[in-house]
């Protein structure tokens, strides 16, 4: 992994501290502008904006060039200071953003919202225009989340599985062909073999995981831990003994779930209901 480079001697405004840090990055890998914009799928004008200062990016941005120049934290940490926003980017966050990256193995729980890593464009739109947001900063954000896929891209991704709640895959979106395409998107990544999503019925009943989505890392020094998180807030926990209480229940609601060939059958059923409706 890169060593970090220390602050002294270059810029100290935060700002252009950030927009030199990443044109270095850049032209230190070799890659143009444009390269960089289709290794990563964004328009690669918003990196040539952000090396001259003009934007910051958003921190789904800063997370994915962070992951690709093998820095994990770096630019993120860079960008905080630049933003100036300590309440929106709390430390614990920004902790768990580098870890992922580092992860080499991820589990997820889903309460009501697919997990940004198998959203598509249309999904991410609706879901975030629903959270509030318009304009350019929606277009922003949903690019940054097309761009967190980035992490189960290439022969190294991480495997993931993840558990989704059927409230998950029985609210739509309003455009029933967007919500089509989630579906076929979401059957297609079932079928990678690093990739595991179960379903879990209602009718399992109550559980430990009903409150707040949850996502468990693996580091590749082996121990694992979690992050939390609901609309309002989330936190890291590492403390060995929470999170081994919070894998254990884990277990118990994967234990409850339909086994991945299962919940790829319900998520064909879906979308085969979905294609045969008359009114979509």
Not at 46 to 73: C, I, N, R
Not at 139 to 162: H, I, K, N, S
Not at 241 to 248: A, D, F, T
Request: charged share 25%; glycine share 8%; net charge negative.
């Amino acid at each position: 992994m890169p060593q970090r480079r220390v602050v002294t001697g270059r810029s100290q405004e935060p700002r252009q501290r950030f927009a030199e840090e990443l044109r270095t990055l850049r032209r230190t890998s070799g890659m143009s502008l444009r390269q960089l914009g289709e290794r990563l799928g964004w328009d690669w004008s918003l990196f040539g904006k952000m090396e001259k200062g003009e934007t910051l990016g958003s921190p789904e941005v800063v997370q994915a060039l962070d992951t690709h120049y093998k820095t994990p934290g770096l630019l993120l940490a860079l960008w905080e200071l630049a933003a100036g926003d300590h309440t929106q980017f709390r430390e614990r966050y920004r902790r768990y953003m580098a870890l992922e990256a580092e992860a080499v193995s991820l589990w997820h729980f889903a309460v009501s919202v697919l997990p940004g890593l198998l959203q598509t464009p249309g999904y991410a739109r609706e879901v975030l225009t629903a959270g509030g947001l318009r304009g350019n900063e929606l277009d922003q954000q949903v690019e940054a989340r097309m761009g967190r896929r980035e992490l189960l891209q290439g022969e190294d991704a991480p495997p993931f599985r993840t558990i989704l709640s059927e409230a998950v895959l029985r609210t739509p979106l309003r455009d029933a062909g967007e919500w089509r395409a989630q579906l076929e998107h979401l059957a297609e990544m079932a079928e990678r073999p690093d990739v595991a999503v179960q379903v879990l019925l209602h009718s399992a009943g109550v559980h430990g995981l009903m409150s707040a989505d949850m996502w468990y890392l693996l580091l590749p020094e082996g121990r694992t831990v979690a992050y939390t998180e609901n609309g309002y807030q989330g936190e890291l926990i590492e403390e060995a003994g929470p999170v081994v209480r919070l894998q254990k229940t884990y277990d118990a609601v994967r234990d409850l779930a339909l086994h991945p060939a299962e919940s790829r059958k319900f998520i064909g059923q879906m979308l085969e209901e979905v294609t045969c409706d008359p009114l979509t």
